[in-house]
């Protein structure tokens, strides 16, 4: 895929979605960092159901700590691997405010360092908490970056390098928001919605649906 080619797909999604951002709720970076560990192997909605009834009551390291492990589980049970989650979530809540004055880092290296916290947790964190330029890539993303043409790759961290390569300077702020709610709602999994797709004639899939 040549650069006018990105240009316009980018171009075609901002104009589409001017504001993009996570679909899970939080106000305050540790509230988002929460929300993130427990979204692995989760959907977003069902976190924010958990985390509606968690902030609430705890939403600051010092909070969550208080809670306990068999606290903290009581609020996130209806997720998947809630007591790993948990136990990392407590971890992490020890760490933030052992190391750092209970505020989360703004630093890659820090975040990754923090129980539960892989990279693609610490982009997140980076992009949506904090502005930063990066691109985590998930399971949406992998997908569409290959499927489409615009950055293929055949690991996570391939696409990613690619993606932030690639992608126009523009656009890169914004742009792993706008791959995931296209992999998440657009170009699904099993069969993509190409004929309601607003990049169908820029995409490079072979395989096109009706």
Known sequence: MNRLKRQEIFGRLRAADPHPTTELRF??????????????????????????????????????????????????????????????????????????????????????ALPGVGRKTANVVLNTAFGQPTMAVDTHIFRVANRTGIAPGKTVLEVEKRLLRLVPAEFLHDAHHWLILHGRYTCIARKPRCGACLIEDLCEYRHKTA
């Open 27 to 112: 106000t305050t970076p540790f509230e988002l960092l929460v929300a993130v560990i427990l979204s692995a192997q989760a959907t977003d909605k069902g976190v924010n159901k958990a985390t509606a009834k968690l902030f609430p009551v705890a939403n600051t390291p010092q909070a969550i700590l208080a809670l306990g492990v068999d606290g903290l589980k009581h609020y996130i049970k209806t997720i998947g691997l809630f007591n790993s989650k948990a136990e990392n979530i407590i971890k992490t809540c020890a760490q933030l405010i052992e190391h750092h004055d209970g505020e989360v880092p703004a630093e890659r290296a820090a975040l990754e």
